[in-house]
């Protein structure tokens, strides 16, 4: 590939599909003689079951079973040699210490906990049956108000988790212009319009077939087979489409690996598609945290000192950590910074990963304290900025792989038309409305993983590229079709791409923003391959090309040519047949990792708003939005553009309306349904223009592209918080901004 030639904006490779109805989610997939599970969930948050009576949904119109802790079959992974406490941690947690094991024991350990699933020939009839399980409780006193249990805040394990000093700790208390505020972030949940579930089927005693909502057809793989103790290759994972996942299906859940036991209990296929409301407890959410930032600057707006101190709520039974306070380390220039994180175990189903995670909790409030501190300082927030700007990262003390965020903070600028705005807040009136502008940084950490890649050329000039990844959404099948496009010069529509199904090369889940670094790099690598294969052929005696070094040679419409002389080529077809090959056949590893010890790698983003507020109503609507990317080369562009445009509305949502909101006498939700919990729609979103720097990334990969997914949403919510106190003078310091903050 060519580094500085930008990408064309190509269609989503599946977009007909996808509008069509012909891409198929999980939940659509039938088999013979299939069955539906539908979950009993707790009427308690903590306690225990004192009696459960099954008889009348076992005696209901088409029941196959019904399954509670009293007769679930056994699951022998999660059965195996205690560790420590007695009770084996089921496979696999992506954090530490998990001790929940569906329908166990009659334990409850939170608010909507499974205590039976009901299977029957018909989804109608099993969710009737679940409707007629009875269950009589001993009930104890749910701790579920993170704001009650600070104080039994413990830091987890972890290198990055633990409290963090540059310079002095509390450097920030010797500047002479000092700020210290509280940032809070509510419960969120992904909801993402696909529920979540699985479709499982034994196939035989030992071999499996799943449709299955899941980030990674090969984690799932693997964490069914180490629950039931055979060999991933008995087990076969399909999941091509995706509604949406923002980090809840990044691990397969106990009550799916349920559904595989059931499954081979009652010898027949098992369906499992979750309830709206099942989505709010079952598989994570967004930890409610709390956060102090204490902030010093002197009078030329220097930062001395930053102090980050981050609460977050975790589960009972297991650890979950996530980089809430990261940024603060690395972001900008300044001596003294210190950062503590800390989790808090509550009566709670365990947190996930969402949607920009940790970070976007953290940036909130960083990014609102640089602003609180600019209006202090009585200096334009992006002046700020750059005057504490740095070019090294003063964590690791080594430099960015690749940086641009001085001119993302100018094109941001430019294009929301940041001159209009006033230092002075609630002096820019529209009528009834006040009119407001704010901006936010973002970051998110930049890798590259292993993954493996096969291409297949015809000697029809057609190509096939295949990974064993889940494209969740992003457009990862458009983007491996650029790549390949890219280096193998196939045209794009002649170019099949084949991903979500475990019988394709290995490749890691799609989180964390990492996929067109890591599966984009395999499918660099093996189109590399194929074309110096091609190289060989041409160079060999009888080709017209013979003699000619293989790195003169260049790829494109088909064609080998010379590059310094291009009436000196071969069409790839001829050069193939007479070689007699039909095809050529390649499957590579790629490396993993890059330059990664000399550089700190990191995507950047840039979020500008401007906003409208009501002065009588309290009323927040975002206006315009500018959104700005600095992620390396983009693969992609009108796929990137559309993933921006997503993290803006996912960052509206976070800022003005999401909130699950738990009745802490009950310490249940009182909002677990679309309708309560409000995720910004097309109404909410206004007209959106995003800009990508796309300068290609020395050292990460060959592509030269970094992810982009996290810093699409990081930061976002900040700059409307900025934006309104802008417009009116109101520092929101608690999420969401509802209309009765702001009044
Ligand atoms: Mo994401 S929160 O890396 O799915």
């Not at 413990?154 to 700790?169: H, I, L, S």
């Not at 970070?359 to 609180?372: N, V």
């Not at 199904?501 to 799609?510: E, G, I, K, R, V």
């Not at 660099?524 to 041409?538: E, F, H, P, R, S």
């Amino acid at each position: 590939m060519t580094k500085d030639t930008k990408n064309p904006p190509i269609d989503r490779v599946d977009g007909r599909m996808k509008v069509t109805g012909g891409a198929k989610y999980f939940a659509e997939f039938t088999m013979p003689s299939m069955t539906y599970c539908v979950i009993v969930s707790s009427d308690i948050a903590k306690g225990s079951i004192a009696s459960i009576d099954t008889k009348k949904a076992e005696n209901a119109p088409g029941v196959v079973g019904v399954f509670t802790h009293q007769n679930m079959p056994p699951i022998p992974g999660w059965d195996a040699p205690a560790q420590g406490n007695g009770n084996g941690p089921p496979p696999g947690p992506p954090s530490g210490g998990e001790k929940y094991r569906i329908l166990h024991t009659n334990a409850i350990l939170f608010d909507g906990q499974p205590i039976a699933m009901v299977v029957a020939d018909t989804f109608e009839r099993a969710t009737y049956a679940a409707s007629l399980v009875k269950a009589t409780y001993k009930k104890q006193t749910a701790r579920t108000d993170l704001a009650k249990h600070l104080a039994d805040g413990v830091t987890p394990k972890g290198e990055r988790a633990a409290d963090y000093v540059r310079g002095t700790a509390d450097g920030y208390k010797t500047a002479p212009i000092t700020l210290e505020a509280n940032y809070t972030i509510p419960i969120e949940v992904h909801n993402p319009m696909e529920m979540h579930g699985i479709l499982a089927n034994w196939e035989s005693d030992d071999k499996l077939m799943i449709y299955a909502k899941t980030q990674g057809v090969k984690a799932t793989q693997r964490a069914i087979a180490q629950a039931f103790k055979i060999s991933p290759d008995n087990i076969h994972v399909h999941t091509e489409f995706m509604g949406g996942g923002f980090g809840m299906a990044l691990r397969t859940w106990p009550q799916e690996t349920a559904v595989v036991a059931i499954a081979r209990k009652i010898g027949r296929p098992v369906k499992l598609v979750m309830t709206r409301s099942q989505m709010f407890t079952l598989v994570g959410h967004r930890p409610r945290t709390v956060q102090t930032i204490n902030m010093g600057a002197d009078s030329n707006g220097k930062l001395i000192g930053i102090a980050h101190a981050a609460t977050g709520e975790t589960a009972s039974y297991e650890d979950f950590t996530e980089g809430t306070v990261n940024m603060t380390k690395f972001m900008y220039d300044c001596p003294n910074v210190s950062t503590r994180y800390k989790i808090v175990p509550l009566d709670r189903g365990v947190p996930i990963w969402m949607r920009g995670p940790g970070e976007a909790t953290g940036a909130f409030a960083l990014e609102s304290a640089m602003d609180e501190m600019a209006h202090k300082l009585n200096l334009d927030p992006i002046e700020f900025r750059l005057r504490n700007y740095t070019e090294t990262d003063p964590e690791h003390n080594r430099p960015y792989s690749d940086k641009n965020l001085k001119e993302a903070y100018q094109r941001g600028a430019d294009a929301i038309g940041w001159n209009k705005r006033s230092n002075q807040p609630g002096s820019n009136r529209d009528g009834e409305w006040l009119v407001g502008y704010g901006m936010s940084s973002g970051t998110f950490n930049a890798s590259r993983g292993q993954a493996t890649a096969r291409a297949i050329l015809n000697a029809d000039g057609s190509l096939t590229v295949q990974c064993g990844v889940t494209d969740i959404g992003p457009g990862t099948g458009t983007a491996m079709a650029m790549i390949a496009h890219n280096v193998l010069g196939v045209p794009v529509d002649r170019i099949k791409v084949d991903y979500g199904d475990t019988s394709l090369p290995n490749a890691p889940m799609q989180g964390g923003s990492t996929i067109t670094s890591t599966v984009g790099s395999a499918v660099y690598d093996v189109c590399t391959t194929v074309k110096n294969t091609l190289a060989d052929l041409a160079t060999k005696s009888g080709s017209p090309l013979a003699g000619s070094k293989a790195d003169d040679l260049t790829l494109a419409d088909g064609m080998l040519y010379l590059e310094t002389d291009r009436s000196k080529k071969v069409a790839v077809a001829d050069l193939m047949r007479s070689n007699n090959l039909t095809t050529i056949d390649k499957t590579q590893q790629s490396k993993g990792g890059s330059e990664g010890e000399k550089y700190s790698m990191y995507s950047f983003s840039v979020h500008f708003v401007q906003v409208r507020v009501h002065p009588v109503t309290g009323v927040v609507r975002v206006s315009k939005a500018v959104s700005v990317a600095d992620s390396g080369r983009i693969v992609s562009p009108k796929t990137a553009a559309s993933q921006m445009i997503g993290g803006v509305a996912g960052g509206i949502g976070m800022a003005l309306t999401e909130e699950a909101v738990i009745d802490h006498r009950f310490g249940r939700y009182v909002n677990n349904n679309l309708g309560d919990y409000h995720v910004a729609t097309s109404a909410d979103v206004p007209h959106t223009e995003t800009i990508v720097i796309d300068k290609p990334d020395p050292y990460i990969n060959p592509m030269g592209a970094k992810g982009m997914g996290e810093i699409a949403l990081i930061g976002f919510a900040a700059a409307v918080s900025n934006a309104v106190f802008n417009a009116t003078g109101q520092r929101i310091r608690d999420l969401p901004i509802t209309p009765d903050k702001v009044m």
